[in-house]
């Protein structure tokens, strides 16, 4: 188990710029989470696949948000013309399974700095 | 929609003390709980669940009950250490595995 792995730790752009992060979940996870996290606030959901399968995004995940996962191994998420309320640590997540007793395994994030 | 809402913090104590960190629920069906850890500078771990009332979910001294009547899952811990030092986050999980977190808890225990 090398746990989640998110690249890169920290990205800062203009603002306009498109960015694209990786997550790598746990091999045998066959869920892949995004979430959004801004200072004193918990995780917000943004978006979740099943192997390849975007099943389901939050209503805060804008038409410039796109998150692929293409062989239901690691996923992207890309974020295009970027704003200052983008600013934030986006965090991806995995686990075993469709049951809502699974526990998520977190990576250790990347932090989005807008200038 | 579901939501969580956990006691405010900063939490300040002093090594030894009992902690409490209040939790309660909106949830459309019936959850499951969880409280995730992070430590300084580490990504967010379970550290425990529950997944039915009446359920106690415990690890490295912590527990929290799932009280549905009262719609809660209180941490508690009977005797801080300085190491427990972190942002605790209560969350529940209902279809299809996504969560929904509180804002957090800070907590700092002082040797």
């Known amino acids: 188990d090398t746990g989640v792995s998110q690249d890169p730790r920290h990205k800062i752009t203009k603002r306009g710029q498109n960015v694209t992060f990786r997550c790598d979940p746990i091999?045998?996870?066959?869920?892949l989470y995004w979430y959004r996290q801004t200072l004193g606030q918990g995780p917000e959901f943004l978006t979740y696949?099943?192997?390849?399968?975007?099943?389901?995004k939050s209503r805060l995940l804008s038409d410039r948000f796109s998150a692929e996962r293409p062989k239901g191994s690691f996923s992207t998420l890309e974020i295009q013309r970027t704003e200052q309320g983008d600013s934030a640590m986006y965090l991806c997540?995995?686990?075993?399974?469709?049951?809502?007793?699974?526990?998520?395994?977190f990576g250790d994030g990347t932090r989005l700095s807008i200038l | 929609g579901d939501s969580v809402t956990q006691m405010e913090g900063p939490v300040t104590l002093s090594e030894e003390a009992f902690l409490t960190i209040n939790c309660t629920y909106t949830a459309t069906g019936y959850p499951s709980l969880f409280w995730y850890v992070q430590y300084p500078g580490e990504g967010l771990q379970l550290l425990l669940k529950a997944t039915k009332a009446d359920d106690k979910g415990s690890n490295k001294g912590f527990e929290a009950t799932y009280r549905k009547e009262t719609t809660s899952f209180h941490l508690e811990k009977g005797s801080v250490q300085v190491s427990d030092s972190a942002v605790y986050f209560c969350a529940l999980s209902l279809n299809a595995g996504k969560s929904t977190f509180g804002d957090g808890t800070t907590l700092t225990v002082k040797p």
């Open positions: 091999s045998e996870h066959n869920r």
């Open positions: 696949f099943q192997n390849e399968a975007q099943l389901e």
């Open positions: 997540a995995s686990s075993l399974g469709a049951d809502s007793n699974q526990p998520q395994h």
